[in-house]
């Protein structure tokens, strides 16, 4: 990238307020996104020299912060969830605006039901309005892979917010 540290850092907190709506997308937390963001900015920092292509930081920073989601999401898998109480204060199915609860609660839970391939992509064109082929080539995936997987996730919240579960679990897999 450039050679003054300041930029970097500067391009760096340019990115955040995205990173941010991805990192809160994928755990649906938060303080467990907030955590995300800060090891993706602290590993970004440190690994300046990896960016080959300085205009595309924000699709580094993002393979950055889902590498870190997903390694944690194992170590969980192997310890098993812990949940302290005052981690719930930040659950934004328990933080919504009052007459809104019930549909952000279902909405977590539908998203919470994707597996995590499902829901990345579901946030980058959803909620980020990256193109299909944007989204194929931060992934380095075909983007017919990408179409499939987005319609089955789209799919699987239909069904889950209709509270048709089987016809969710089926779609998705």
């Known amino acids: 990238m450039d050679p ?3 930029s970097f850092a ?8 995205r990173l941010r709506r991805y990192a809160t997308a ?13 090891d993706c900015v602290e590993r970004a920092l440190s690994r300046e020299g990896t960016l ?5 930081l924000g699709a580094w920073l993002r393979t950055i912060l889902y590498s870190i989601y997903i390694s944690a999401l194992r170590e969980r898998q192997r310890r098993g969830i812990a949940v302290a109480v005052d981690e719930l204060a930040d659950d934004l199915a328990l933080t919504a605006p009052s007459g809104d609860e019930g549909a952000v609660r279902d909405l977590v839970r539908a ?22 082929r944007e989204v194929a080539e ?4 075909p983007v017919g892979t990408v ?3 987005l319609a089955r996730a789209r799919e699987r919240l239909r069904a889950v917010l209709d509270g048709d579960v089987d016809q969710g679990l089926r779609q998705v897999r």
């Open 52 to 56: 080959r292509d300085a205009s595309r």
């Open 111 to 132: 998203m919470a039901t994707l597996s995590p391939d499902h829901r990345q992509i579901l946030v980058l064109v959803g909620v980020e309005g990256m193109s299909y």
């Open 4 to 6: 003054n540290p300041t």
């Open 138 to 141: 931060l992934l380095d995936l």
């Open 26 to 38: 994928l755990a649906g937390n938060g303080a467990v996104a907030d955590d995300l963001v800060q």
């Open 10 to 17: 500067q391009a760096i907190a340019a990115q955040l307020p």
């Open 147 to 149: 179409m499939s997987r």
